[in-house]
């Protein structure tokens, strides 16, 4: 079934940068939707980013947009989170999570089933 596996996350100060991958694999339909989500400690799961592979289209959640960039290498089969001017509140765990299928991205993510372990990210001075 569909592997996904997370790493890059670690502890930064504020202000500071990380980039996290997403490695797929398993998928059995030409186009999918890779997404990024976090959840932190007493908060409730959040939408970070995703990007289509059937249009190139991208969403970043208001709290992440102009700090974020999400990509996709497909000679790789990996998707990265460049995480720049990280704040506190961005500490949590993050996941990434596959939904199969051609979609247009426009206002948010998409509810997936299909998750990785997670990374931890803590931002703290």
């Known amino acids: 079934q569909l592997q996904l596996v997370e790493s890059g996350g670690g502890l930064v100060q504020p202000g500071g940068s990380l980039r996290l991958s997403c490695v797929a694999s398993?998928?059995?339909?030409?186009?999918?939707?890779i997404e990024w989500f976090r959840q932190a400690p007493g908060k409730e799961r959040e939408a970070v980013s995703c990007?289509?592979?059937?249009?190139?289209?991208?969403v970043y959640a208001d709290s992440v947009k102009g700090r974020f960039t999400i990509s996709r290498d497909s000679a790789n089969n990996t998707v990265h989170l460049q995480m720049n001017s990280l704040r506190p509140d961005d500490t949590a765990v993050y996941y990434c999570?596959?939904?199969?299928?051609?979609?247009?991205?426009?206002?948010?993510?998409?509810?997936?089933?299909?998750w990785g372990q997670g990374t931890q990210v803590t931002v703290s001075s």
């Open positions: 990007i289509s592979t059937a249009d190139g289209s991208i």
């Open positions: 398993g998928f059995t339909r030409r186009h999918h939707v």
């Open positions: 999570a596959a939904v199969e299928g051609s979609y247009h991205l426009a206002r948010g993510c998409i509810d997936s089933n299909n």
